[in-house]
């Protein structure tokens, strides 16, 4: 162990050159300074992949991890607690880190058994409730936080109660260059005699780079001499989602305000030096950001430090560093505002050369060497802070102290069972059976499987989901029977609808799983395609009759209800059928039988999850008591005597006063009853709903009465039952979906449940 007064080894954590963001270059910057700060201590890097073919790192990263991949970060947590790293410096944005809300970065501090420093690049004041559940966690993790702003130090104490002592306000580094006049630079440019106006980065539409666009006309009749150069790629992840959208209307604007000939486009992502060159040959540098809520921009403290006079927007880091006559602030989305500031500046060389003077004053205080310094003392604190654990030893690496493994994800099936129309619903053994065609059960179940995989990030590659999504998505669509407001269910494979409409069940499953894209769809289009079908399919489901479709119906109205401003008539109909379902139960209910019916049948967690999930959008307790009982006796009856999940089996399911059917016993019912018990987790933090979660997930994988899986762990498929003898050997949609749903499930809540494995170890 090391001596307490001297850091043997620092870890650093995020993204890093040659990958193109202002993370790796901080990561690398600040990784860097450290290492010259304290000569004797050993820096190392691990690095954060958003490829498949990823980067050529130098030799100061000693490990990856890939973005999406869950068990990569398991990986990374064994290779750092055997480093015998003293301390782990993590940077964190929500964005460069896989699963829901950047949450598989807490699978990975969850297993790290030396001090973390986490440094906050973005601190939310509004998160969403699933940023705010990563966001505790992550707090409680780490053992000091760093904010580059006293803003992030103020929002972190009043909206997540952090106490300032856990807290290190440590500003942006920044390289140090001397005080240069901008004519020095603006020859090898060719831009000598010109006044020079900048803004650089990663270009995208949060810049705002529009507005000082249109402030060029007035600053150009007041200063016909005036340049603006835009300099920085596209960024990378919106330039692969929606191409150079941005740049070229940033172009055809200049062209319709007549200022082209003032306007110079440099799409590179350029180094260091050259960037340095460029903020020595700028007069004014322009952040025109059209958010507030920016607790840091390492672009502006970059032209802050090198005494570049400032015009910018008054989002929280550029109020701090441009106060007291140090910048210039304006209003957002405020073109006229620009020009004024800019031309103000202009027109007052002695105000101009004064801010300067005073940015570059403060700025000494920025450099990476005194940032860097400040850094180690916060390590410092953090090893000071906690009781070092010992060293990791394999005798600590017992399954009871390891975090719940899952299977890896495998979508060979899926693939092999879906063509260009949709999902093939049944298989002969693995081989898709043409014959039965296709239906909107299945089609629907495999569109949730495709917006929860995006959203996890369980597809590393995107490649096939891109796929597999609008396929079907584009089935949901054809299915619906715009005459009667209803969803088809039957199509034969050659590509003919079999009926004019479907069951209550298959209309509301599709209807849920729209609510679902609605919801959770990155794509726009898919976004508003699901939304669309939500609307026209939702007022039919007044008028049914079938439990489950009311139950599937509030699922996705639970889903359609995260989004803002949703219209009345969605609440109102998630209210009455919740209400139908507490009537079923009032109905029937009794201390010895707690249920809906008088026969427990098919796809039963359902019934109890659209009541649990009613209950926590309507704040009704009625509602969550009785969803949350009935769902307790139901996972009771479900047991063997040792212990093991035993789904009631659907030759002749389990009449009330009557004999229990114990096979076939369907993957339906576990996939049904891990997500119920998941959202039941959620909703009341009991970690028990996760001990039953696991133990129908479990049957899948050969715990359960014959001791044999049913998911075939080379394709991703699952077995179409558990019989009293095998295995049904046929791996139809169904099936399979119900595994991979699950698993999708289970990875996601692997994350982000709070305290998932603190008091839950795995198997039994």
Not at 306 to 329: C, F, I, M, N
Not at 621 to 627: P, T
Request: glycine share 8%.
């Amino acid at each position: 162990m090391s001596d307490s007064s001297q850091l043997q080894r620092v870890a650093f954590l995020g993204n890093f050159p040659p990958r193109q963001c202002g993370i790796a270059t901080f990561t690398q910057d600040l990784c860097e300074a450290v290492a010259q700060a304290a000569p004797s201590t050993d820096c190392f890097v691990g690095a954060v992949n958003d490829r498949e073919e990823r980067y050529e790192y130098p030799p100061r990263v000693h490990f990856e991890l890939m973005e999406k991949e869950l068990d990569s970060y398991h990986r990374a947590a064994d290779f750092l607690n055997f480093s015998n790293a003293d301390v782990l410096c993590l940077q964190h944005e929500f964005g460069i880190y896989g699963g829901a809300a950047g949450s598989h970065v807490l699978a990975l501090l969850k297993e790290l058994r030396m001090p973390v420093v986490t440094t906050l690049h973005t601190v939310l004041q509004e998160p969403d409730a699933l940023q705010r559940k990563v966001m505790d966690k992550l707090v409680s993790r780490s053992d000091r936080l760093v904010v580059m702003a006293n803003k992030g130090m103020g929002i972190l104490k009043e909206v997540y109660g952090v106490p300032e002592s856990k807290v290190d306000v440590i500003v942006h580094g920044i390289p140090d260059v001397p005080f240069i006049e901008s004519d020095c630079y603006k020859s090898q440019f060719g831009v000598a005699g010109r006044r020079v106006l900048l803004t650089f980065g990663l270009i995208g539409p949060g810049k705002g780079i529009e507005y000082a666009i249109e402030a060029l006309p007035e600053i150009i009749k007041q200063h016909p001499d005036v340049v603006y150069i835009i300099l920085g790629a596209t960024h990378p992840n919106l330039l692969a989602r929606e191409g150079d959208q941005y740049r070229l209307s940033l172009k055809r604007l200049a062209v319709e305000l007549g200022v082209k000939e003032h306007v110079i486009f440099y799409n590179h992502y350029v180094s260091l030096d050259d960037l340095k060159e460029f903020i020595g040959a700028a007069d004014i540098y322009l952040t025109p950001y059209l958010s507030e809520a920016q607790i840091t921009s390492g672009t502006l403290a970059y032209v802050f430090g090198a005494g570049k006079a400032v015009v910018s927007t008054p989002y929280w880091h550029a109020q701090e560093l441009l106060a007291d006559q140090r910048g210039v602030l304006v209003p957002f989305r405020n073109s006229e505002a620009i020009s004024e500031g800019v031309c103000g500046l202009l027109a007052d060389p002695d105000r101009m050369a004064q801010i300067r003077k005073n940015a570059y004053a403060m700025g000494r205080e920025m450099i990476w060497p005194a940032v860097a310094k400040q850094y180690c003392q916060s390590f410092q604190r953090a090893r000071v802070d906690r009781k070092l654990i010992p060293r990791t030893s394999f005798a600590g690496l017992t399954l009871n102290n390891r975090p719940y493994s899952l299977p890896p994800l495998r979508l060979d099936h899926l693939v092999r069972m879906t063509d260009g129309t949709g999902l093939f619903q049944h298989a002969i053994f693995n081989v898709p059976n043409y014959h039965e065609g296709y239906c909107v059960d299945d089609n629907a179940r495999a569109f949730i499987l495709c917006n929860l995989l995006d959203e996890i990030g369980e597809d590393s590659s995107g490649k096939i989901l891109s796929k597999l999504t609008p396929v079907y998505l584009s089935f949901l669509a054809a299915s619906f029977n715009y005459d009667c407001g209803r969803f088809r269910n039957f199509m034969s494979h050659g590509r003919e609808w079999l009926e004019e409409f479907g069951s209550e069940d298959s209309h509301a499953r599709a209807l849920w799983a729209v609510g679902t894209g609605a919801r959770r769809s990155r794509n726009e289009g898919y976004a508003r395609l699901s939304a669309q079908l939500f609307k026209w399919g939702l007022p039919v489901v007044a008028s049914f009759t079938s439990p489950r479709a009311w139950a599937f119906a509030v699922l996705g109205i639970h889903e359609v209800l995260q989004n803002k401003n949703v219209a009345t008539e969605v609440h109102d109909m998630q209210a009455l059928l919740a209400g139908k379902l507490l009537k079923l139960w009032k109905r029937y209910s009794s201390e010895e039988w707690p249920w809906f019916e008088e026969i427990v049948s098919y796809d039963n967690a359902r019934l109890s999850q659209g009541l649990i999930l009613a209950g926590e959008d309507l704040s009704d307790a009625a509602l969550l008591e009785a969803g949350l009982k009935s769902l307790r006796w139901l996972v009771s009856i479900q047991k063997s005597p040792s212990g093991r999940f035993r789904p009631i089996g659907n030759q002749g399911f389990y009449p009330k006063e009557g004999e229990r059917a114990e096979f076939d016993q369907q993957p339906l019912e576990a996939q049904a009853t891990i997500s119920a018990c998941l959202d039941a987790l959620r909703v009341t933090g009991d970690s028990s709903w996760l001990v039953e979660a696991k133990c129908a997930f479990e049957w899948f994988l050969g715990r359960n009465d014959l001791g044999l899986a049913l998911y075939d762990f080379k394709t991703g498929a699952c077995g179409d039952g558990l019989q009293a003898d095998r295995i049904n050997e046929n791996q139809g949609a169904e099936s399979s979906l119900a595994f991979l749903l699950s698993l999708a499930e289970m990875s996601s809540a692997g994350c982000s449940v709070p305290d998932l494995t603190d008091s839950v170890s795995i198997g039994g």
